[in-house]
């Protein structure tokens, strides 16, 4: 905490001890906001990273399946998620089709044998704003695939 948030914070914290005041709780209002006005000196600002940086750059090739999720949603069940493509953002972005990549999972009992196979959904979203000077984003394609026979026994 700089200087001045750290006075700020404990004259309050010393004015609700004095008082005999306590902060109050969701669960004892509603209450009438109050609005306190942003104090300027606090802001100090960021550095976008351009868009060409080379930490952004990416290192796949457009369809390869990145940040590939597990998630248990039954004790014989999972969803693996996972997305593809690129994200677009700028004045002039074009969505991706998610049917133009299939969104299936292979698997099988022993490494390197996957006989089973089950398909899922693919979905994107896109933020559009109508007015100038903001930017417009669409999302790479966003795949859920449900695997439903999963033995435990098999896991552990």
Known sequence: ???????????????????????????????????????????RGSDDIPMDDPRLKNNVTSMFPEQIALALSTPTSMWVSWVTGDAQIGPNVTALDPTSVASEVWYGKESGNYSSKKRGNATFYSQLYPFEGLFNYTSVIIHHVRIDVIRIDVIV
């Open 1 to 43: 905490m700089t200087q001045p948030t750290l006075f700020t914070f404990i004259f309050f914290l010393t004015n609700l001890l004095v008082s005999g005041k306590q902060i109050p709780t969701t669960l004892q209002g509603p209450f009438h906001p109050i609005t306190i006005h942003f104090d300027p000196s606090l802001r």
